[in-house]
């Protein structure tokens, strides 16, 4: 025991410090206004299955698809400091899929040509893209949970084969995590019932089948850093720690 005990000391003093970027929306995002909202993104508390060696920066925010994420500068800003041998994790998918929206919709074709956009400039200064699906939707029907994110995971498959870039499949990971829970068992990760007057972002009360609670976020990220160690996806299969139980955050970073 004390010899696995030197070793993985040995290990972790010669690891070199990497940063990690993350662009993406409210499933990753930080929020930390815990009086007016229940919701965590899982991108918050990744650092929670990552050696102290890593430093997460949360670009993630709510209500961004590509189109919108790149528009407002979110990637640009990103961009300014992101260097060689730097890790940038991005998820997207639930808001670019919003028909009718002109300032997040895109098709699953402009979809791949955003996150193509995203990834090759990540490449061209050294950085290394990791492409994530979009998480499951908590929608079930006769408690069999549904796929809801149409043509988006398949884009984003596309374009990290193309690219030659790791992808985790988050979408195909969350189904299999949350359908054995079924509706009502499934309901203590998500944001689900805010009864009126709980929160003072919803006074009125809100029902919410995409957003995580703190437990959802948790097993998410959870869930991200056994697939990274599975998939040996490098280099932050060296910073994945996936049994870690003490929860760390991120600090807010990004732009508001």
């Not at 195909?172 to 019932?193: C, D, H, K, N, Q």
Request: net charge neutral; charged share 20%.
């Amino acid at each position: 025991m004390m010899l696995g005990i030197s070793l993985c000391l040995a290990s972790c003093v010669h690891q070199k410090h990497v940063n990690i970027y993350i662009a993406g929306d409210s499933t990753m995002a930080d929020r930390y206004d815990t009086i007016e909202t229940p919701e965590r993104g899982w991108g918050q508390v990744l650092p929670t299955f990552l050696s102290y060696k890593a430093t997460v920066f949360n670009h993630a925010k709510n209500g961004r698809s590509t189109k919108s994420f790149i528009s407002e500068g979110r990637w640009e800003k990103i961009m300014q400091t992101l260097s060689k041998d730097d890790i940038v994790i991005i998820q997207f998918g639930h808001n670019d899929a919003k028909e009718g929206d002109s300032v997040r919709f895109c098709t699953p074709e402009a979809y791949a040509g955003n996150l193509t956009l995203m990834v090759e400039q990540a490449k061209a200064v050294g950085a290394k893209p990791i492409l994530c699906t979009p998480i499951a939707r908590r929608h079930f029907k006769a408690d069999t949970l549904q796929y809801v994110h149409a043509g988006y995971p398949d884009a984003m498959k596309s374009v990290a084969e193309k690219q030659q870039v790791p992808l985790v499949d988050m979408t195909a990971i969350t189904m299999e995590w949350l359908a054995p829970y079924g509706e009502e068992g499934s309901r203590p990760f998500f944001v689900y019932e805010m009864k009126p007057g709980e929160y003072s972002k919803y006074p009125e009360g809100k029902t919410d089948n995409t957003h995580l609670r703190l437990a959802g976020a948790v097993a998410v990220a959870q869930l991200f850093a056994k697939a990274v160690k599975e998939q040996n996806v490098i280099p932050l299969a060296e910073y994945v720690e996936p049994n870690n139980t003490q929860i760390k955050y991120t600090t807010p970073c990004g732009i508001k």
